[in-house]
């Protein structure tokens, strides 16, 4: 089974830190992706990447950058983090860019922002 | 762009009631797929639709896809306790990227 790991399950820092949140997929995916998910909301795109060093923009990316230097790694850097930023945060891998790649999730990072 | 709009948020069933949720897109979808998040859980892949008017089924699930690709229903007959969670469909369009997320219907089931 595809493995995907998020380095935290829980973090809380302070307003204006700069935070790393980090993921790790096992299976050779091209694609790769952060979500974050709040009541109501929904999960919503952050920012994708389809290979190393490539990255997209979602529909969220404000406040946000991501980091992909290696093929099975994926980062979301929160630059000064801010308290709306508390959210979960989940990462995610896909095996190819292209239709109908099914989407493997992590087990979130929580992460409280005071 | 893609908006893919899911009701209801929240669904309060008996045991053993049924139980749907239902997707609507705003453009085609090349394909549609759902997802099942446990509480306290991450979203885990359940099917993928790809043809027009595709029916499946995974035991008391059923999963629809619509004539014109535009929609996509999840029907649970007679829910047992193990269907709690929050169901979201994902669509993809025409390009090669990414999967586009419903907000989730919430179940819960009340014993």
């Known amino acids: 089974d595809v493995k995907v790991t998020q380095s935290s399950r829980y973090l809380v820092k302070r307003t204006g830190e700069k935070v790393f949140l980090e993921c790790v997929q096992d299976?050779?995916?091209?694609?790769m992706f952060w979500y974050r998910q709040d009541p109501g909301l929904g999960l919503r795109l952050i920012y994708f990447?389809?290979?190393?060093?490539?990255?997209e923009k979602g529909d969220i990316p404000e406040g946000y950058s991501v980091s992909r230097e290696k093929k099975e790694r994926f980062s979301l850097i929160l630059e000064s983090a801010s308290t709306n930023q508390t959210s979960m945060y989940l990462c995610?891998?896909?095996?190819?860019?292209?239709?109908?790649?099914?989407?493997?999730f992590g087990q979130g990072t929580r992460l409280t922002v005071v | 762009g893609q908006q893919v709009m899911q009701i209801p948020q929240y669904q309060h069933v008996q045991e053993g009631e049924d139980f749907t949720t239902y997707c609507n897109s705003s453009?085609?979808?090349?394909?549609i797929q759902w997802y099942k998040q446990r509480p306290g859980g991450h979203p885990v892949f359940l099917i993928q639709?790809?043809?027009?008017?595709e029916v499946k089924k995974q035991k008391r699930l059923t999963f629809q896809f619509g004539e014109a690709k535009k929609n996509s229903s999840l029907h649970i007959t007679a829910t047992q306790t193990t269907d709690v969670g929050t169901y979201f469909c994902?669509?993809?369009?025409?390009?090669?990227?990414?999967?586009?997320f419903g907000k989730g219907t919430h179940l819960i089931i009340q014993p």
């Open positions: 453009t085609t979808l090349s394909n």
């Open positions: 639709l790809v043809k027009s008017g």
């Open positions: 994902a669509g993809q369009g025409g390009g090669a990227d990414g999967l586009t």
């Open positions: 990447s389809y290979d190393v060093k490539m990255k």
């Open positions: 299976m050779d995916h091209e694609n």
């Open positions: 995610a891998s896909s095996l190819y860019r292209g239709q109908g790649a099914k989407a493997f």
